[in-house]
């Protein structure tokens, strides 16, 4: 098993920064690509962004891209979520997740096929 804890959510105004860090423990050999997904009261989760284990490989879904940067520290098993120019539409719960699907199959669909995932960090932007 492999658990996931998220942190560094928090109130802020439009226009301000926030960043997520998302430690993995366990079993965290088995998993490779990472990614970030936000859930809004009312709406389904959707896909924020996501990381190869690697780090070369990054994908970013069109609300965020310019604006968010997913990177990776293998050595410390975390992943973080640079969020720069915040919106109030950036209001929501922030899930990170793990995959054990080899890069290949993966990468195909960056957006689906987690495993694990955290219990999620609450990020609110004023306006």
């Known amino acids: 098993q492999v658990q996931l804890v998220e942190s560094g959510g928090g109130l802020v105004q439009a226009g301000g920064s926030l960043r997520l860090s998302c430690a993995a423990s366990?079993?965290?050999?088995?998993?490779?690509?990472m990614g970030w997904f936000r859930q809004a009261p009312g709406k389904e989760r959707e896909f924020v962004a996501a990381i190869s284990w690697s780090g070369t490989n990054t994908y970013y879904s069109d609300s965020v891209k310019g604006r968010f940067t997913i990177s990776r520290d293998n050595a410390k098993n975390t992943i973080y979520l640079q969020m720069n120019s915040l919106k109030p539409e950036d209001t929501a719960v922030y899930f990170c997740?793990?995959?054990?699907?080899?890069?290949?199959?993966?990468?195909?669909?960056?957006?689906?096929?987690?495993?694990?995932w955290g219990q999620g960090t609450q990020v609110t932007v004023s306006s």
């Open positions: 997740a793990a995959s054990r699907l080899p890069f290949r199959t993966w990468s195909q669909r960056p957006g689906s096929n987690y495993d694990y």
């Open positions: 366990g079993r965290t050999s088995s998993t490779n690509a």
